[in-house]
């Protein structure tokens, strides 16, 4: 069930995006003439605010799936979740349409994000290792493991950003894993204002598990 209004929370003990180790086939290099905004778009917004509030001890390295998810499995429905003022619109109606033309598209990912603290680009394999070094005998069995992912809050995972005609305007799913009852995912909105992506308040549900 999806709640609705400013404050709605949609509590879930599933995970609302099949990860990328479920479609491993399919991803498509990242369009050049997107790219730019696109990174720029992420790094503004990784990581999930739940990992912000555990500090920096625990935000000493940030793990992101090296391909987008989909959105084809998802309950956190743009159009519920995303609520535009009555100047952008028009605009939203262009992100949405760009949305439903590029929405079960896995976009793979470089290192050409901008962030505050240093971070990896996990395949598959990387995935399965980080959840090894969560394991309780992780300390005696994989010591390297956990050494290689220590200060690492969860794995996060990101849509393809959906933009407007003349990208102003943008629209992201950002997901945060870290455990099987630990998560948190939102859509964020953003604007260009003055050349700068600015995250905008239209979010007006939350995924958790």
């Known amino acids: 069930m999806l709640l609705k209004g400013?404050?709605?929370?949609?509590?879930?003990?599933?995970?609302?995006?099949?990860?990328?180790s479920v479609l491993a086939q399919?991803?498509?290099?990242?369009?050049?003439?997107?790219?730019?905004?696109?990174?720029?778009?992420?790094?503004?917004?990784?990581?999930?605010?739940?990992?912000?509030?555990?500090?920096?001890?625990?935000?000493?390295?940030?793990?992101?799936k090296d391909t987008t998810v989909s959105q084809e499995n998802s309950s956190a429905d743009i159009e519920k979740c995303l609520y535009a003022p009555p100047e952008d619109t028009s605009a939203f109606?262009?992100?949405?349409?760009?949305?439903?033309q590029h929405s079960n598209e896995r976009v793979s990912l470089k290192r050409e994000f901008h962030l505050e603290r240093p971070y990896l680009l996990l395949d598959e394999q990387g995935e399965k290792d980080y959840w090894m070094s969560k394991e309780k005998d992780a300390a005696t069995q994989h010591a390297d493991l956990v050494k290689k992912f220590k200060g690492a809050p969860g794995i996060i995972s990101v849509s393809e950003v959906y933009f407007n005609f003349d990208k102003t305007l943008a629209a992201v799913w950002i997901w945060g894993m870290c455990g099987s009852l630990c998560?948190?995912?939102?859509?964020?909105?953003?604007?260009?204002?003055?050349?700068?992506?600015?995250?905008q308040n239209w979010s007006s549900c939350m995924v958790m598990s």
């Open 93 to 100: 109606e262009q992100v949405l349409s760009d949305f439903k």
């Open 6 to 20: 400013p404050l709605a929370v949609l509590i879930s003990f599933t995970m609302v995006l099949l990860p990328s």
């Open 26 to 64: 399919g991803a498509v290099p990242m369009d050049p003439d997107r790219a730019e905004d696109s990174y720029a778009i992420y790094s503004q917004i990784i990581p999930v605010d739940e990992f912000k509030s555990w500090g920096a001890e625990h935000n000493q390295l940030w793990l992101i």
């Open 183 to 199: 998560g948190q995912g939102y859509w964020v909105a953003l604007k260009k204002i003055d050349g700068h992506w600015v995250k």
